[in-house]
Nanobody
Framework: QVELEESGGGSVQAGGSLRLSCTAS????????MGWFRQGPGKEREAVAF????????HYVDFAKGRFTISLDNAKNTLYLQMSSLKPEDSAMYYC???????????????????WGQGTQVTVSS
């Protein structure tokens, strides 16, 4: 049973930056798909980016391209999401998710991921 714990959220002004962390425990397999999702108030949860731990391949949704960077520190079993040029519409609860068997075509959907963290809140003020 993989356990995920997010941290790094907080309040920031528009244009600022934050780095979210997701530390995984009981994570032994060499290759997982790990993703960041977010859910704003009154909105559906949506994908932000994902990464394959074995290959290092990454993918971003359009609003994240050029502003967010997903990365992995294997030694620390920690996934990161570096966010810059933040906008008020980026305010949301951010979740980390992981699973071994997630195809590229389905990695932007919630359903393939069996393991989820509790989330970390990001608030961007104008």
């Amino acid at each position: 049973q993989v356990e995920l714990e997010e941290s790094g959220g907080g309040s920031v002004q528009a244009g600022g930056s934050l780095r979210l962390s997701c530390t995984a425990s009981n994570y032994a397999h060499p290759s997982y798909c790990m993703g960041w999702f977010r859910q704003g108030p009154g909105k559906e949860r949506e994908a932000v980016a994902f990464l394959y731990t074995g290959s290092g391949d990454t993918h971003y949704v359009d609003f994240a391209k050029g502003r967010f960077t997903i990365s992995l520190d294997n030694a620390k079993n920690t996934l990161y999401l570096q966010m810059s040029s933040l906008k008020p519409e980026d305010s949301a609860m951010y979740y980390c998710a992981a699973d071994r068997w997630v195809s590229f075509s389905r990695a932007l959907f919630e359903q393939p991921y069996a393991y989820w963290g509790q989330g970390t809140q990001v608030t961007v003020s104008s």
